[in-house]
Each structure stands twice: as C-alpha cells, then as structure tokens.
C-alpha cells in the first residue's frame, strides 16, 4: 500500500485499545492513519482521546434509529464517506446486522477479551474465573456474521492468579489486548494480512492456527 492504510475506529467507551493505536501512529510505528472515531455513545471517553489527538470524531446514537438495519445502513454511510481500508472495532458494543458485516468483509477487525472460540459475547472475565481456567487472554479476528466467531488471527494467553478477581484479571488481559491489537493492524496495514477464501493468509500462507504471543515476548514492532 503506498498510502497509509486508511483506518475507521468504532468505540463506545473508555477507548484504550484505541489510544494504543494512535500513539504507535504517532511514533510511526504502525503505518496508519486514523481517519475518524465513531462512537454509538457521546460519553464515550474514547470520544476525548481521538479530539486531544486532531482526529475526527463522529457519534451516531442508536436510539435515534427505529431498528438495527437502519442504523446500520448510516453507520455505513459515515463509514464510507471516510473511505477506509479496514475498520477497527475497538469496544464497539454493538450487534452487528449481517449486511453491515459483509459490506466491510475482510475489512474489519475486532478485539475480543477471552481466548476464542471461549467465551463469546459478554463477562468473558467473569465466565473464565467461574470455569476455573487457569489460562485466559485476549483474540484479534476479522469480523464475520456470527458474533465473536470469524476466523481468529492472533491470541495471548495470561495466566489467572489464585487472587484474580475480575478487575485483575481485565487489567492483565487489557495489557495484552494493547500489544497484538496494534500488532494485527500493522500486518494488514503492511498488506500482510488477507482474509481469503479458505481462511487467513499471513505473509501468504494459509493460518491454520491463530498466531499466539506470549505475554512477556517482545513483539516485531515493539523496541527491544
Ligand atoms: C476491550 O476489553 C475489548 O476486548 C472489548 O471491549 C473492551 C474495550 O476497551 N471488545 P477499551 O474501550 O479499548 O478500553
């Protein structure tokens, strides 16, 4: 790509995976740049982050919307008037609708608080203490009709503490989510990273299984 790779960032709130993305924008360490923030929330304090750094910011309510697809059809509206080439849902808490989904097929990320396909949908941090894992973590994926289910790009695993509650637990996996997050939109935004017809292709080769980081590993964009 020899333009930054455009990016749309969806929030409804406090925006920290959002922040990540534009701080390593700004270092230059990830080549993109972050078009515009829409949130469904105009408390969302995501909303503040992006102002403070000269983003655009746009919000959408959903209860000025008589159903689902309705407010889908402007969101996408909005969306396109920025003209992305991948979309960032970074704690967006929306259902998506399914033709909202395929417009932006292989075009859309999201970060999901639980090693996938566990404990989709809400309380990921509650449910993993309750089932007594003694592992959970965060996933990136590309975004397909089915909540929390389209194919699983990168993972990282954290241990759960005999002292965990959720609170710790959040913050230990939130850690996580603001390394591979950044590191998942780089690969795309390099042209790395293809949604193709059998699956995932990193560098070109067919993912068969996510890609897992280990907590304390260093990453490819992060300094030693
Ligand atoms: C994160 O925990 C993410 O995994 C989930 O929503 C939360 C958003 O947090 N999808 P933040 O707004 O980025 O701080």
Redesign the pocket.
Same mark, same amino acid.
């Given at each position: 790509m020899s333009r930054p790779c455009r990016v749309v960032v969806l =929030?409804s /709130? &406090?925006? &920290?995976?959002?922040q990540t993305l534009i701080d390593r924008a700004a270092d230059g360490r990830l080549p993109i740049h972050i078009v515009a923030v829409i949130s469904n929330r105009a408390d969302a304090y /995501?909303l503040k982050r992006a102002a403070r750094a000269g983003i655009t910011t746009r919000v959408l309510s959903h209860r000025d919307y008589d159903s689902r697809e309705q407010y889908d059809e402007a969101l996408a509206a909005l969306i396109d008037a920025q003209e992305p080439d991948l979309v960032v849902l970074?704690?967006f808490m929306r259902i998506l609708s399914q033709g909202f989904v395929n417009r932006y097929h292989g075009r859309m990320l999201? =970060?999901?608080?639980s090693l996938l396909p566990l404990f989709r949908g809400l309380h990921t941090h509650r449910r993993a203490l309750e089932a007594g894992h003694t592992e959970h973590g965060?996933s990136v994926h590309f975004v397909t009709p089915d909540l929390d289910a389209g194919p699983v790009i990168v993972q990282a695993r954290v241990p759960v503490l005999a002292d965990d509650d959720e609170t710790s637990l959040a913050r230990r996996v939130?850690g996580q989510?603001h390394r591979i997050y950044p590191l998942a939109v780089a690969w795309f935004a390099q042209g790395r990273l293809r949604l193709g017809p059998d699956g995932i292709l990193l560098d070109g080769h067919l993912l068969r299984e996510p890609v897992q980081v280990r907590p304390d590993e260093d990453l490819p964009d992060e300094p030693a």
């Open positions: =929030i /709130g &406090s925006g &920290s995976n959002l /995501g970074a704690g999201n =970060i999901h608080p965060c939130q989510e």
